[in-house]
T-cell receptor, first 114, second 114 residues
Framework: AQSVTQLGSHVSVSEGALVLLRCNYS??????LFWYVQYPNQGLQLLLK??????LVKGINGFEAEFKKSETSFHLTKPSAHMSDAAEYFC????????????FGSGTRLQVQP | DTAVSQTPKYLVTQMGNDKSIKCEQN?????MYWYKQDSKKFLKIMFS???????INETVPNRFSPKSPDKAHLNLHINSLELGDSAVYFC?????????????FGPGTRLLVL
């Protein structure tokens, strides 16, 4: 069974500061990994994903994440936070069957202080 | 052009009632999903259909019944609603091949059972 752990249910940063949201996963096979963002009262929007190939993946809105197999991690970063980045962020792993159901972490709420 | 749409967006109803939520995607995808997001924002897979065939049926009360009349539509019918069914229900879709790892989510249906 796969699982995802997001350390820190709330993260607060100042505008312009580095954003680091942590995600660790467990999977018996090479995983497909995703970061989704959820703004208040909205659906989930894909930020970025790792499937194969380059382990540093870039996404929308200046976010990027690095797949580290040895650490079973897929942390999300952004060099400089904007007020508009305030949202809930979810890390997810896709199952290793053709069904591809997503197993989500518990989410991290990012607050950006002016 | 909305890729994945859900109706209704909000649903307030009494315990014991029966209600349906509808989902439509215009992406040409052949796999669709229902996820439930509880009050703590935790997201969990409920069902999935591939080309009108049920492929995922997680441990969900049998009061919940999905139906897929065609591959562009996936509906969720809930009988005898209970307080604990209050949640946000998200529909998602995915292509089978190519960029088939990515699930695209609808805006959600916020169900409140009184």
């Amino acid at each position: 069974a796969q699982s995802v752990t997001q350390l820190g249910s709330h993260v607060s940063v100042s505008e312009g500061a580095l954003v680091l949201l942590r995600c660790n996963y467990s999977s018996s096979v090479p995983p497909y990994l995703f970061w989704y963002v959820q703004y208040p009262n909205q659906g989930l929007q894909l930020l970025l994903k790792y499937t194969t190939g380059a382990t540093l993946v870039k996404g929308i809105n200046g976010f990027e994440a690095e797949f580290k197999k040895s650490e079973t991690s897929f942390h999300l970063t952004k060099p400089s936070a904007h007020m508009s980045d305030a949202a809930e962020y979810f890390c997810a792993v896709s199952d290793d069957t053709g069904r591809r159901a997503l197993t989500f972490g518990s989410g991290t709420r990012l607050q950006v202080q002016p | 052009d909305t890729a994945v749409s859900q109706t209704p967006k909000y649903l307030v109803t009494q315990m014991g009632n029966d209600k349906s939520i509808k989902c439509e995607q215009n992406l040409g995808h052949d796999t669709m999903y229902w996820y439930k997001q509880d009050s703590k924002k935790f997201l969990k897979i409920m069902f999935s259909y591939n080309n009108k065939e049920l492929i995922i049926n997680e441990t969900v009360p049998n009061r919940f019944s999905p139906k897929s009349p065609d591959k562009a539509h996936l509906n969720l019918h809930i009988n005898s609603l209970e307080l604990g069914d209050s949640a946000v229900y998200f529909c998602a879709s995915r292509a089978s091949g190519g960029e088939g790892e990515t699930q695209y989510f609808g805006p959600g249906t916020r169900l409140l059972v009184l």
